[in-house]
């Protein structure tokens, strides 16, 4: 199955599980992936910017995407980021034979102007092959790469293969708005809005357009419940979920230990065996830990899925 424009609900973004040593824990991968699949998930991206995609090989990587691919049938798009079109190139031709369904491509940080963007996803999609759909990951806050609404229009005109917006913008809610006004009007051709950041603003970015979610919080299973409740109007409903895990969410959202919190609940909640980040790595430290219980306590008196 090929990613296209209608792309909608909650693509996780996994974390790559190892053990403590730093091997790839299939076992983990493995319980990890039906519980994506028991929780109503709509796709997984792997690889992505928390997968610690840097840390593998490129052997590693093909292999956990055909691991994940065999065990669930829904679309899998890859992170193929990379600093060159070679090693991109190669990674996406590896997973598509695999089966994926799309990639996902991030701007490198030295693009400064509108031109330059627009010609680098021109430039990938014609590396990666112009028949491989691919999601733009939009994240300034990591890539120091402005994308306006104007430019995302641009790249999405330059290149039919361009399925997909990852929005992880901040403040980014008028740019959706924008996007969507476009779209309505018949200037811009419609993409799917997959929002990121942690789920920050996920509330009030499905009220502004997106169609989902493409994140990597620890309870990706709430993620999925308040879509569904954006989707159905049951607007009050989805702010009081997702105001009650809010604080958890900001906890997780702190650059640096995000990865090794997120982690860590996942151990806490049985779906992952070790907490371990491969190195260079920095774990949570006692105090961090504490706080993370702290909030998981506090979150299980108005969700059950934080009795851990």
């Keep these: 199955m090929k990613l ?69 049938k829904l679309p899998i798009v890859v992170g193929v980021s990379a600093p060159g079109f070679a090693a991109m190139r190669a990674l996406t031709q590896d997973v598509m034979a695999a089966g994926a369904a799309g990639v996902m491509i991030a701007p490198p940080s030295t693009l400064r102007t509108d031109d330059s963007i627009v010609q680098y996803y021109r430039q ?21 790469v402005q994308m306006t609404p104007a430019v995302i229009r641009r790249i999405a005109q330059d290149n039919a293969a361009c399925v997909m917006l990852k929005h992880e913008d901040w403040p980014g809610l008028e740019k959706i708005s924008q996007l969507r006004a476009w779209e309505r009007e018949g200037s811009m051709r419609h993409l799917a809005i997959l929002t990121g950041n942690n789920a920050l603003f996920l509330d009030f970015e499905m009220e502004r357009g997106a169609d989902g979610a493409n994140t990597g919080y620890c309870f990706p299973d709430m993620l999925a419940d308040v879509v569904r409740l954006s989707k159905e109007g049951r607007r009050d409903e989805a702010h009081d979920l997702f105001d009650a895990h ?63």
């Design 124 to 144: 990938a999609s014609e590396a990666i092959g112009a028949d491989v759909p691919f999601v733009i990951q939009d994240y300034p806050l990591t890539f120091s």
């Design 4 to 72: 296209d424009a209608t792309a909608k609900g909650v693509y996780v973004i996994a974390p790559t599980p190892f053990h403590p040593d730093g091997r790839v824990d299939d076992a983990s991968i493995d319980r990890m992936t039906d519980f994506f699949l028991a929780s109503g998930m709509d796709g997984i991206t792997l690889l992505g910017q928390l997968g610690e995609a840097p840390k593998m090989t490129h052997e590693e990587s093909v292999a956990i995407v055909r691991r994940v691919i065999s065990r669930a």
């Design 246 to 308: 809010l604080p958890l969410i900001r906890y997780e959202q702190q650059p640096g230990p995000g990865l090794a919190v997120r982690k860590y609940v996942l151990m806490r909640r049985g779906i992952i065996a070790s907490d371990t980040l491969r190195a260079p790595r920095a774990p949570l430290t006692a105090a961090a830990r504490a706080e993370v219980d702290y909030l998981l306590a506090r979150l299980a008196r108005r969700d059950p899925r934080a009795k851990v």
